[in-house]
């Protein structure tokens, strides 16, 4: 899901009614999600980054 992605469907849990605390993905590519979800305030958290997988499995 690309950064606009994140924010499309955090506006639309709002308009559900739901209460957005965070958002969790499972690998983070630097591609500006982390900056455009911590712009919005809330809180980024990423299980791995890109970064980590190639470095592990490059080995």
């Not at 506006?11 to 499972?26: D, F």
Request: aromatic residues 8%; positive net charge; charged residues 30%.
């Amino acid at each position: 899901m690309r950064a606009e992605g994140y924010g499309w469907a955090i506006t639309r849990a709002r308009e559900c009614g739901l209460k957005v605390l965070g958002v969790l993905v499972l690998i983070d590519r630097p591609e500006g999600g982390r900056e455009a979800i911590e712009a919005m305030g809330l809180p980024f958290k990423a299980l791995l980054t890109k970064k980590e997988i190639f470095r592990t499995y490059k080995a």
